[in-house]
């Protein structure tokens, strides 16, 4: 019982390091991983050896078999070559054939003058398992280079179109992520490439939800086609990205302004949340007020998103008072978001707004409020924690003021 525990608990460890790791290298401790659980549960080990380039990729079988190599485990080895042998005459048999979908076994296995057959002898010792009955060696490895070109001619490989200097046909829907970021230089600055790839980056972006979206702005290595990209998809789902806050919170942020009162701790916890806020109601035209010892205006009617994430980045000022008057004077619409950590029962007195504050007890709703003080600020205290959760325990306070 304990020894199938320990078998059970390592294949969790292993299953969990797969679906964590976004590229094909994982560190060597995982594929040592999988021998020791070969040893302790063969049947185990198998169940997961079998399925790993659903995980993972099939790339991950050469990194194992250096494993197996490095520690002289050669049953486990003999098993994969039988396993990818297997595959590879599966493809090659069924490549005609419409309905069949190929692997993707023929991207990542190793050619004659790869490092990987050098490394393992690849080719050489899979020969028993993949074509036994072809003894010379030179005939076997043309058949072997025929089979795998093949097999990437139907695949529509990346590499190969570079290599052909095709790039015009290349589809990026099936490019890996790792093959565009290596070669994203040559793809977009070639003419005959750089509108498809526009036009995938553009799907790509709003396919992004709201949180993915607002977080991946932060990222400074994007390119200039990306963020051109990137633009343009927040233009399309700016509508559903205010429906989406509109829904949660009964806050508008269309004809609004922004007044931004964030601690240190706030800021740099909350940045992508409080950047979503900042670039959507910039680009409605509404001013963003920071709060500083003389309270400034960050935007200045630009909309550039990038921009407004640079300036944003670079400009926490914190300030112990609120000058409500200049906050006023600065803000031109009619609705003012005030977004405050310091917002609550103890603390309200000490933020120095020259109005009166009315509470729920005073008012019933809100309709009551703008009807008994039409021509005041109003103030309406209110923590959207419970129910926040695109942007959780950001949002402390609307202040809406009629002109």
Request: net charge positive.
């Given at each position: ?290 709060n500083s010892n003389i309270p400034f205006v960050l935007n200045q009617d630009e909309k550039n998103i990038f921009e407004l994430r640079d300036k944003l980045c670079g400009s926490f000022i914190y300030s112990k008072n609120i000058d409500s008057d200049k906050v006023i004077k600065l803000s031109k619409k009619k609705k003012l978001i005030v977004i405050s950590d310091r917002w609550n029962d103890s603390t309200k007195n000490y933020i120095n707004w020259d109005f009166d504050i009315p509470t729920k007890k005073n008012f019933t709703s809100r309709r009551e409020i703008n009807n008994k003080i039409l021509n005041k600020i109003v103030v309406e205290p209110k923590c959207y924690s419970e129910y ?16």
């Amino acid at each position: 019982m304990f020894k199938n525990n320990n078998a059970q608990t390592l294949a969790l460890n292993i299953r969990n390091n797969f679906e964590k790791s976004k590229y094909p290298t994982k560190p060597s401790y995982v594929y040592q991983n999988i021998i020791t659980l070969f040893k302790i549960d063969e049947s185990l080990a198998m169940e997961f050896i079998n399925n790993m380039y659903k995980f993972g990729y099939w790339k991950d079988y050469l990194y194992l078999l250096c494993a197996t190599k490095k520690c002289n485990e050669k049953r486990l080895a003999m098993i994969i070559y039988d396993l990818l042998a297997k595959q590879l005459l599966r493809d090659y048999k069924n490549s005609s054939n419409k309905n069949y979908r190929i692997s993707l076994l023929a991207k990542w296995i190793p050619r004659e003058k790869g490092s990987y057959n050098k490394k393992l002898n690849f080719i050489h010792t899979i020969k028993p398992f993949l074509l036994p009955d072809i003894e010379d060696m030179k005939s076997y490895k043309r058949q072997y280079r025929i089979m795998v070109a093949s097999l990437n001619k139907k695949l529509d490989t990346t590499e190969i179109k570079l290599s052909a200097k095709q790039l015009d046909k290349i589809n990026f829907d099936n490019v890996h992520s790792t093959c565009l970021k290596k070669n994203m230089n040559t793809f977009k600055n070639n003419e005959d490439s750089k509108i498809a790839l526009s036009n995938f980056l553009f799907k790509k972006f709003v396919s992004y939800d709201y949180n993915r979206f607002f977080k991946n702005i932060l990222n400074t290595n994007l390119n200039d086609l990306e963020k051109l990209a990137y633009t343009n998809a927040f233009y399309l789902n700016r509508n559903d990205f205010c429906k989406k806050i509109y829904n949660i919170s009964k806050v508008s942020l269309k004809s609004a302004d922004l007044f931004l009162d964030i601690n240190k701790k706030k800021y740099d916890t909350k940045l992508s949340e409080i950047l979503s806020l900042v670039i959507l109601v910039s680009s409605y035209g509404g001013k963003v007020i920071i709060n500083s010892n003389i309270p400034f205006v960050l935007n200045q009617d630009e909309k550039n998103i990038f921009e407004l994430r640079d300036k944003l980045c670079g400009s926490f000022i914190y300030s112990k008072n609120i000058d409500s008057d200049k906050v006023i004077k600065l803000s031109k619409k009619k609705k003012l978001i005030v977004i405050s950590d310091r917002w609550n029962d103890s603390t309200k007195n000490y933020i120095n707004w020259d109005f009166d504050i009315p509470t729920k007890k005073n008012f019933t709703s809100r309709r009551e409020i703008n009807n008994k003080i039409l021509n005041k600020i109003v103030v309406e205290p209110k923590c959207y924690s419970e129910y926040w959760y695109t942007i959780p325990t950001i949002i402390y306070g609307v202040m809406t003021y009629l002109l």
